[in-house]
């Protein structure tokens, strides 16, 4: 079953410090993963993708990781912000790239950064 | 910049009512989703539709469910007799092309009394 697992559930930080997430998949045929940052009662927007030859990816402060052969991947967020406070979701697409991008959800890190 | 829209942003609906949730993709976009979030749970894929029919569809999206494009421009999404557990943040998203990014819109909360 495809299934993506995320670590710590839930982290609080002090402003300026960093941090990283942690993902685990099992999925089948693997397409590419993501990494969305979503605050509560909204839309999740994309921070990074990447597919199976890539290693690293950065976007600003968030750098994500992937190694495509242990299945996991990890979100770094540096020198963090109040406004980074939100839930940070990894999604992993499955499919041969046809017709179709399904998206397979993690739970999330519910991430609050605090003065 | 381009966005995905969605309206309405909260709807109240008593339960065995339809109800349809509408949703506005970027303009030059392809491949048109619809996700589902249950409070304080994982977001679920429900459909994906492209070149004017289903594509994929989830365990989740049984007969209860349709969606369309009457037009160029909206895409919907029908629940024909509304549940209980039907109650979510109900997401559209869209992509100009696979495997790229896909965008979300604000979603649509569906209360079912």
């Known amino acids: 079953k495809n299934q993506v697992e995320q670590s710590p559930q839930s982290l609080i930080i002090l402003e300026g410090k960093n941090c990283t997430l942690q993902c685990n998949y099992t999925v089948s045929p693997f397409s590419n993963l993501r990494w969305y940052k979503q605050d509560t009662g909204r839309g999740p927007v994309s921070l990074t993708i990447m597919t199976f030859s890539e290693n690293t990816k950065s976007n600003g402060r968030y750098t994500a990781t992937l190694d495509a052969d242990t299945k996991q991947s990890s979100l770094h967020i540096t020198a963090s912000q109040l406004s980074d406070s939100a839930s940070y979701i990894c999604?992993?697409?499955?499919?041969?790239?046809?017709?179709?991008?399904?998206?397979?959800f993690g739970t999330g890190t519910l991430l609050a950064v605090q003065p | 910049e381009p966005e995905v829209t969605q309206t309405p942003s909260h709807q109240v609906t008593q339960m065995g009512q339809e109800v349809i949730l509408r949703c506005v993709p970027i303009s030059n976009h392809l491949y048109f989703y619809w996700y589902r979030q249950i409070l304080g749970q994982k977001v679920e894929f429900l459909v994906s539709?492209?070149?004017?029919?289903?594509?994929?569809k989830s365990e989740i999206f049984d007969d209860q469910f349709s969606v369309e494009r009457p037009d160029g421009s909206n895409f919907t999404l029908k629940i024909r007799s509304t549940k209980l557990e039907d109650s979510a943040m109900y997401f559209c998203?869209?992509?100009?092309?696979?495997?790229?990014?896909?965008?979300f819109g604000p979603g649509t909360r569906l209360t079912v009394t």
């Open positions: 539709f492209y070149n004017n029919e289903i594509s994929e």
């Open positions: 998203a869209s992509n100009l092309a696979l495997p790229y990014e896909q965008y």
């Open positions: 999604v992993v697409s499955a499919g041969y790239g046809g017709a179709t991008n399904k998206l397979i």
